[in-house]
Structure formats: structure tokens, C-alpha cells
């Protein structure tokens, strides 16, 4: 991050060296001693001082943009995020109350960041994946060269997600072992840890880092495409309390159907087909509902959405048209290990 920064009494000279050694990532944060935020320069920028008849000596902040565009850290505008990235702007700074640089959004290495808490659910025993899970735990078994795991966490990486907690409990150790802090990755990872099984959601009772206002929950096992922005922004507009990413699944059937009332035939469906949506195993809440998780007790995310319909909170489902596979049996494992050579998440 701080290769992007250059201070107020640079010269120009320093600037284009900086700029020259950042390459294709070749934008500039003018700064001060706090990382205060004051301006940013470009190539362009460089080009036009010049032309206006600066020299190489001269300081770098005369030919600085005094404006340049920013996210603000405490609440991170994820529709103004991707029109910086629309527009074309290639790196974007993220800045404190004080105005102070805390972190850069690189639209080279990431799409946008999203200001989520992150749970993956890594407790599973795999019990269809018997004898391959008997001494390596399911998120841990291997698809192509990476983990199925891996495949879940680089794509939130892909989202600017750089805070995640694993939910675990069968062989646990082995997955703190893989990852540990994060840290490898760039990222913060910590831990749940059950000590008995609590379902398919019921660890989050037991969740103590709560940074932002909505939550995502993930199981660990899934292969997908999905683009995480353009659902959180889905949940958002849609004001809901929570959104369960729903895989549609069409039923065909190769017979006229008749419509009954009362036995009287109404109308006649010729070889009809039916939709319904299947749950996707992931889920978008407000951080504020897990509170309604019971403690220490066994609870599925399914027991957790009806609950919530109950209340008459807001439940939605987001459809999800691209690739998705949950990988639950030998069939499904085999099937990811082919569909990996010709996917690019």
C-alpha cells in the first residue's frame, strides 16, 4: 500500500520514479506525515505539469488532482464502488474519519469491498464422502490443485472480504492448520469452534467479531461463480431482513396436467414445466438477527429463515444463474474434479 504514497515535499522527480516502478498499478497518493490524504497523481498528471513549464524539482503536490475520489472506511458505498470501477478508475483509496489512508482498493486484484462479516461453516463430518473424509475434513479434500475450501475464500478475496471467521469442528485442526491467522493470504481468519454440532447455523450463536451490519454465511463446500456484489446489492435494494441465494430447478412434466376444483377439471396444462428454488447454502442477513439464535443448542439455517418468516421480517430469495455445485457425495466430488478444468472463478 504504501509504494502509492509519496509525501508533500517530494519533487516531481520522485514522483515519476514511483510511478515508474508501480508500472500498470502507476497511481500516486500525495500525503502527508499522518497519511492524511491531500491529492493524487498520474502519468498524465506528470505530463500536463510538464507542458505547463514545471520542472523535475519542482514539488509533486503542484501538479497533484486536490479532489481525488475515495471510500470512506466506516461505510463503505459498494454502488459508488462499482461505478468507480465502470468509470474505468483502476485504484481507489480507503480513508478514515481523519481523511488518513487506511487501505487501497486495486480494481486489478479485486472488484469492489464489500463491508461484510463473513462465517464459512467448516464443521461437518462429510459422512457421504466416507472413507476420503475419515482423517481429512470435506473442505479440506482436494478439487484440481486447490482445496474446496480455497475455492470459497479466494473468491470472497476476489470481493475485497478480508475479514473471515471458520466455523469448525470435525477435525477442525487441520483446517487452522491450513490457514492459520490469514495472513498468507492477505486476510484475518479467526475461529468458532464447536465443541459438539450445532447444525448448519446454530455456531453463529457462539460468533464474537461483529464489525458490520450485515452478515454472510457460506457453506464450505461449495463451488460457484456467484457474484457476491451483485447480490449484496439485490438484498439491499430490496430492503430485506434476509436473502437465501435460491438455484432454480426445473421440473418437466411430459403429460397434459388438469387444474381440479372440487374434482371438476378448470383447465388443461399440456406437458407443463414448474420452477422451484433450491436452497444454495447461502445466506445474507442483518448482523443484528443473530441475537435470535438459540445458544448451545442444534439449529439449522432452515429453522432460522422460518423463524424470521414467522416474525414477518423480510425474507427473499436471490436466484442464481451461475455455476454452482454443492458437493455433498462421491458423484458431486467427481463431477467438481472435471467441471474445475474449464471453470475461472
Sequence with gaps: MKNHFVHKEASIQDAIQRLDLLAVDAVLFVVDENLELLGSITDGDVRRGLIRGKQTSSLAREIMQSKPKYLYDGNIDVKRTKEFREKDFKIIPIVNEKNQIVDIL?????????????????????????????????????????????????????????????????LGHLIKEQFGDGSSKGLNISYIEETEPLGTIGSLSLKKIKNYSHTLVLNSDLLTAINYEDYFLDYLQKDADLSAVGIPYTVDIPYGIFELKNNKIVKVNEKPNYTYYANGGIYLFKSELIEQIPKGKTYLATDFIEELVKKNKKAITYSLLDYWLDIGNPSDFQRAKTDIKNLKF
Design 106 to 170: 486495486n480494481f486489478r486484484l479485486q472488484k469492489t469491498r464489500l463491508p461484510l462479516d463473513v462465517v464459512i461453516m467448516a464443521g461437518g463430518r462429510g459422512s457421504r464422502l466416507l472413507p476420503m473424509t475419515k482423517e481429512i475434513p470435506k473442505p479440506l479434500l482436494k478439487v484440481g490443485d486447490k482445496s474446496i475450501i480455497e475455492y470459497v475464500i479466494d473468491g470472497l478475496i476476489t470481493y475485497g472480504i478480508t475479514n473471515i471467521e471458520i466455523s469448525i469442528n470435525h
